[in-house]
């Protein structure tokens, strides 16, 4: 075992030998995703606070997704046609507007759609930067460490979020401020501080062809682009686990709260701060396949999927917080190993076959729609008073019967390619 500990890392994977940059856009993009997922946690008790019904919680996720559904025609050529860093300050810009819309006065759901319209032309050229300054050889473990940094932002963020909405916070800036006033401004000085990072960053000195400007010709190159992925034996592999991954992520984060409030009995603050434990797990998992998984082999964790529906089945008979822990730091884990290979092979085929930019913009499109369909129906069963635990029961169920199908595919596949020619 302590062999094992000590080895030393591979000189591909180590952080140091990343090229010159990439740590700068690890800051840059975590400081922007703290900010955007405490600003969820503060939302949601804006949302509690004016007394609107329990659904209109899962609603702020799907206003912030939409933009990169509606958007991901556009955003991939955007991301193309200027330096990538420049275009994720301005976006931070975006956000900030967002978090003064809420200041202003304005409903929680439609504030948070323009923070998510920033996030939309963010993420392409978050991702196309990557592929960008990184090699194909070193892209597990770049991912690896971009989504320890988002998963950290994540669970920060949570934390951050919880905290800012708790009573003691409230009492710290009483008489000085409404807290979730308070809460707020802090979380401009956060998107700030993204903004400076991120125009530190240099260009990377790639170019693309110009494409067109014709909203129409546009559309019909990103379903062009989206069907050649999806046909592609590994891209659309990839493509089909990572889209289904983050469209069962989105509604976890929501149905961690609400298990932790029913089932646990725990605060919005306390439920907040269990749901990081999931993303502690995330870390960890990601943080092995960034050492332990190479792109060679990054099919071979399709099995986990599997055992992550089976997980979420398992969450529903505990009912203890010594369990909840151990229970959701497993889900996160199992997750992260799982999410890291697949998201490398997909940024590996995208950019093969498309351009930095535009492949991102489709796997945004296609992971956020899962997202959207997955939060309308957690928001729908939620209204209709659908008991919580046989909802996750039915949820993990379904996770897990696609991941066997989708693994069936894969070993379908490669049997067809071993066989001889005559026979195909």
């Given amino acids: 075992m302590r062999g094992w500990l000590n080895r030393p890392m591979p000189a591909a994977r180590c952080p140091s030998q990343l090229p010159p940059g990439f740590h700068l856009l690890i800051a840059a993009q975590f400081a922007s995703a703290l900010a955007d997922n405490a600003l969820l946690i503060v939302t949601i008790a804006l949302l509690q606070a004016q007394g609107q ?130 809460a707020l401004a802090l979380l401009l000085l956060t998107y700030g501080l993204a903004a400076l990072l991120q125009l530190g960053l240099g260009d990377s ?37 990572t889209t289904l991954f983050w469209g069962v992520g989105a509604t976890l984060q929501f149905a961690v709260l609400r298990w932790a409030q029913q089932v646990l009995n725990l605060r919005l603050d306390q439920g907040a701060y269990l749901q990081a434990v999931v993303a502690v797990g995330v870390v960890a998992g990601a943080a092995l396949a ?33 369990l909840a822990w151990p229970m959701l730091m497993g889900v996160g884990a199992v997750g992260g190993l799982l999410v890291v290979p697949m998201n490398a092979l997909l940024q590996q085929r995208g950019y093969q076959l498309l351009t930095a930019g535009r492949s991102i913009a489709v796997q945004g499109y296609n992971e956020n729609l899962s997202i959207l369909v997955m939060l309308a129906a957690y928001a729908g069963a939620l209204a209709l008073d659908t008991p919580l635990l046989p909802l996750m029961t039915v949820f993990g169920s379904l996770i897990a019967l696609a991941m066997l199908a989708l693994l069936r595919r894969r070993r379908h596949s490669g049997r067809q390619d071993l066989a001889p020619q005559g026979q195909r």
């Avoid at 025609?73 to 860093?85: E, I, T, W």
Wanted: hydrophobic share 60%; charged share 10%.
């Fill in 53 to 182: 019904p329990g659904w209109w919680a899962p609603l702020l996720k799907f206003s912030f997704t939409i933009s990169y559904v509606l958007l991901a025609p556009f955003v991939g050529p955007l991301a193309d046609a200027m330096p990538k860093a420049r275009l994720m300050a301005w976006m931070n810009g975006l956000k900030t507007l967002g978090v003064l819309a809420l200041f202003a006065g304005l409903h929680p759901v439609a504030a948070f759609a323009l923070v998510g319209l920033g996030a939309a032309a963010y993420a392409p050229a978050k991702y196309g930067l990557i592929t960008e300054l990184v090699p194909a050889r070193q892209l597990v473990a770049a991912n690896g460490w971009i989504e320890v940094s988002v998963v950290s932002a994540a669970l920060l963020g949570t934390v951050l979020g919880g905290a800012l909405v708790s009573a003691w916070f409230g009492a710290l800036v009483s008489g000085l401020a409404q807290p979730l006033h308070a």
């Fill in 290 to 322: 960034g050492r332990l998984v190479p792109m060679s082999r990054a099919a071979r964790v399709l099995p986990l999927g599997v055992l992550l529906g089976l997980l979420l089945v398992a969450m529903t008979w505990v009912d203890r917080l010594a």
């Fill in 205 to 241: 000195g790639a170019r693309y062809p110009a494409c067109s400007r014709r909203p129409r010709l546009l559309l019909r190159e990103f379903m062009a682009a989206n069907r050649k992925l999806w046909r592609d034996a590994e891209g659309g592999l990839s493509l089909a686990v």
